[in-house]
């Protein structure tokens, strides 16, 4: 009997569907479980029903469409007791203030190779990242 060790479980959260489908494909590729979702608020009702037991680490857009924000999204995981870390992959370059409340910022297009090694930083980390370290658009 073969056993398939994952590289780790992670919420994907992209109001893109295209995107979204794209990224979870090539992280799925990569060995990642993925759980991908369409919004805020299917994330947020994703960790009502599950907690996130057994996940490594949550991924999201920025801009999720309909005024929600990946920024708000972490505020009201963190508000609900959620300690993943969060990496950011956004198009745009959100304020220093909004890098802070996530573990690693991306930004698109960004790599495979740099989505990967980022989530798997993070997830080795264990902990949230110290306030003082900033994202990567600086």
Not at 27 to 32: F, H, N, V
Not at 82 to 99: F, I, K, N, Y
Not at 107 to 115: D, H, L, N, R, S
């Amino acid at each position: 009997m073969t056993t398939t060790t994952k590289r780790g479980k992670i919420l994907y959260v992209e109001d893109d569907q295209s995107v979204r489908w794209g990224l979870a494909r090539v992280l799925t590729m990569a060995d990642w479980d993925v759980i991908a979702c369409d919004s805020a608020e299917t994330a947020l009702d994703h960790y009502a029903a599950t907690a996130f037991q057994g996940y490594d680490a949550i991924l999201t857009d920025y801009d999720l469409g309909a005024g929600q924000t990946g920024y708000a999204l972490v505020a009201q995981l963190r508000q609900r007791g959620c300690r993943l870390p969060v990496v950011l992959l956004t198009g745009d370059c959100p304020g220093e203030a909004v890098q802070r409340a996530f573990d690693a910022v991306l930004t698109k297009p960004a790599t495979w190779g740099e989505i990967t090694m980022t989530l798997d930083g993070v997830i080795l980390r264990g902990t949230r990242r110290p306030s003082h370290e900033h994202g990567l658009c600086d």
